[in-house]
């Protein structure tokens, strides 16, 4: 059984030029949570979930807090005032969605699906023949499928092909815990013995294994929110109550007698080349800057320094040994010749 025989055929897509509202309108008429962008010929460019919908910066999501936790509670009545907001949020799903996306070919046997939903910790995964998207595989269409037994007619056509591998079954029971549907439970045995070596082994196991998603959810999560930042700061520009608001604080921290101030903090995707030249440091780093990173140089270099401060910039944090985020730190400290 493959990829083709179990993914969900009525798919919606959303073009790249797409307003958030109009991708809400979307999720809401449809009752998804997710769906693929593609281009004119139907080729994926990204997918938008729920949560790519919130608003931009913390502040924003703070002020409505209620009905934005109401919105992304799937299957719950959508407060009146959200459609309403996204009128007036004029980003486009090119620009909130997640990108590059992960897709399957339709041939690809199912067990194969299985692992690969495990491993990248996803919910759901597109459907490519010729390049082009044409279904959609989830983890509940690959719970019920593998569930249902031989007689049994799903909602959507699954033709078994004889060729059925099997799947582990601890990342069945991993894929059940992610997702909607729950994977078929043996029946209890009374006289198994629950105070054995054996059990109090298998509960360790199961504690390891729990504490090992979490650790996949909690870097997925930080991978998706770095890659989210990088893109606003990518298109954000410094104003001139930005700037002056970073040079108050950096007074203030004067007036407590520190010699520098972190300006800005940002992933290294916001680099051109991820960080590696402020890593080293190669004297050459500010080149690589992109975004709201190269306007605060560009304002420092035509400011700033001609009154002897200085700028630098260093890899503040290391997640799995590579450059995470990075500093600009302004600096007024006294060198001595």
């Known amino acids: ?44 460019l990204g997918i938008i979930s729920e949560g790519d919908l ?21 299957g719950g009545e959508v407060h009146p005032d959200y459609l309403q907001f996204l009128k007036s949020d004029h980003r486009t799903a090119a620009q909130i969605m997640v990108s590059p996306v992960l897709t399957i070919d339709e041939n690809l046997p199912i067990a194969e699906i299985a692992d690969l939903l495990y491993e990248k910790n996803i919910k759901r995964v597109p459907v490519l023949r010729d390049g082009r998207v044409v279904g959609i595989v989830s983890r509940a269409d690959l719970l019920k499928t593998l ?29 059940s815990h992610r997702g909607e ?25 199961e504690h390891e294994r729990h504490e090992e998603e979490q650790r996949r959810e909690a870097k997925r999560v930080a991978e998706e929110k770095h890659h989210r930042q990088a893109s606003q700061m990518l298109e954000a520009h410094l104003t001139d109550e930005a700037w002056e608001h970073m040079m108050h604080n950096a007074r203030a921290m004067a007036k407590k007698g520190e ?28 080149s690589t800057l992109r975004g709201m990173a190269a306007d605060i140089y560009l304002r420092w270099k035509a400011e700033l320094r001609p009154h002897g401060f200085s700028l630098t910039a260093r890899v ?8 995470g985020d990075i500093g600009l730190f302004l600096s007024w400290a006294k060198h001595e010749d």
């Open 147 to 175: 569930a249902a037994p031989a007689h049994a007619h799903p909602r959507d056509p699954v033709h078994d092909d004889g060729h059925l591998r099997p799947v582990a079954s601890d990342k069945l029971e991993a894929l």
């Open 54 to 74: 919130m608003p931009r910066n913390e502040k924003a999501r703070e002020s409505r807090r209620d009905w934005w936790l109401q919105m992304l509670s799937e």
């Open 316 to 323: 503040v944090d290391f997640p799995d040994g590579i450059p």
């Open 259 to 286: 010699a520098d101030y972190l300006l800005l903090r940002f992933p290294a995707e916001l680099c051109t080349d991820h960080g590696r030249a402020v890593n080293v440091p190669d004297p050459e780093w500010p």
């Open 1 to 44: 059984m493959k990829a083709a025989d179990v993914m969900t055929t009525r798919i919606v897509t959303v073009r790249p030029d797409a307003s958030v509202h109009a991708v809400a309108e979307t999720l809401l008429a449809h009752g998804i949570s997710a769906v693929p962008v593609v281009d004119e010929h139907g080729a994926p």
């Open 181 to 205: 549907v729950a994977a078929p439970q043996p029946p209890h045995d009374p006289a198994a013995d629950e105070f054995s070596a054996a059990a109090f082994q298998q509960l360790g196991a």
